[in-house]
């Protein structure tokens, strides 16, 4: 329990006792007052000894019982303190066995690298980085950071007093009439207010938790963005890595197997083999020529999601993938 909340419970407990002891008081003197005109002195006092014990002990079970009102409200408008739920995890993936899952106390996670460390490839670390600077996705993660902080200020100033301010000022100037003179009228009014609303049950306080929680929730979403945007780019990177190194095997594949055709041909024309060698040849060279346009496609369509991820138009030359 916050101790502005202990101290409003306090507060109220001794303002409620204060109350009811004028109350008890003023009409312990007004019995005392009734009964001194029937009553002789021995019975009077008697009778005010048991009034006052009386007294006494009302007000003790009163401020008891307040006390503990403003205790049992207090604790159900506040609340709980969040306490992180217990997850049970395994202690090592489904299928690993027991040589893998014991790692050595120095071993660093491949989780826990950070990607410019994984990533060696220079021209891989220049596309991330631009990435990095030029996707909407992490402009708007970080965006809704800058977002989720000004909420929590704005929920944190709750708590504090508010003081606001105004100032009127009106001048008049009427013109004459026929049965009057003219005359000028000037009217300043200042105005300053101040209002504070004590914390008493908490609500400012959870408010404040609440927000602090959100931007934290929004800090890793922006963490998973990130992460989300540099595995794109690296897969897709060595994707286009590939599919470059497939294109240049399948360019060397359709020379040497044009080369052969062409001299399965000069053999065919001095009759040193037959036309079905030479239509067998063809038949590879067609097979290795058609490879080439679907690579180009696939290249292209690569290119292509990469300048989606960098939101800007990608323009890599052969020299820069070799």
Not at 47 to 69: D, I, M, N, V
Not at 193 to 200: H, V, Y
Request: glycine share 4%.
């Amino acid at each position: 329990m916050g101790t502005t909340v202990v101290g409003g419970m306090v507060a109220a407990t001794a303002i409620a006792y204060s109350s009811f002891q004028h109350y008890w008081s003023w009409s312990s003197a007004w019995q005392a007052v009734a009964a001194a005109k029937s009553l002789p002195p021995m019975r009077l006092f008697r009778s005010q000894a048991r009034r006052k014990e009386t007294k006494l002990t009302k007000l003790t079970a009163l401020s008891l019982g307040l006390s503990l009102t403003m205790l049992l409200s207090t604790g159900c408008a506040v609340g709980p303190n969040y306490k992180r739920p217990s997850a049970d995890v395994p202690g090592m993936y489904r299928g690993a066995t027991s040589q893998e899952a014991v790692q050595p106390a120095s071993s660093q996670s491949f989780g826990d690298q950070k990607w410019w460390e994984v990533f060696q490839d220079k021209r891989l670390q220049d596309l991330i980085h631009t990435a990095l600077q030029q996707n909407y996705d992490v402009r708007i993660a970080a965006t809704r950071i800058l977002e989720a902080q000004a909420q929590l200020g704005i929920t944190r100033a709750d708590q504090l007093p508010t003081i606001s301010g105004e100032a009127l000022a009106v001048n008049e100037r009427n013109p004459q009439a026929k049965l009057f003179r003219h005359y000028e009228t000037s009217a300043n009014q200042p105005d300053l207010s101040l209002a504070w609303e004590p914390d008493f049950w908490g609500k400012y306080r959870r408010a404040t938790e609440a927000a602090r929680a959100n931007l934290l929730a929004t800090e890793w979403a922006h963490e998973a963005v990130v992460s989300t945007l540099v595995s794109d780019v690296a897969t897709a990177y060595f994707q286009l890595r590939s599919l470059d190194l497939q294109l240049e095997i399948s360019r060397r594949t359709l020379a040497s197997r044009q080369d052969s055709l062409r001299l399965t041909q000069t053999l065919a024309n001095g009759w040193a083999t037959s036309m079905l060698d030479v239509r067998q040849a063809e038949q590879l060279v067609d097979t290795a020529a058609e490879t080439i346009p679907d690579l180009e496609r696939r290249i292209e369509q690569q290119e292509n999601f990469l300048s989606t991820l960098w939101e800007t138009t990608l323009a890599l030359s052969r020299g820069d993938r070799s």
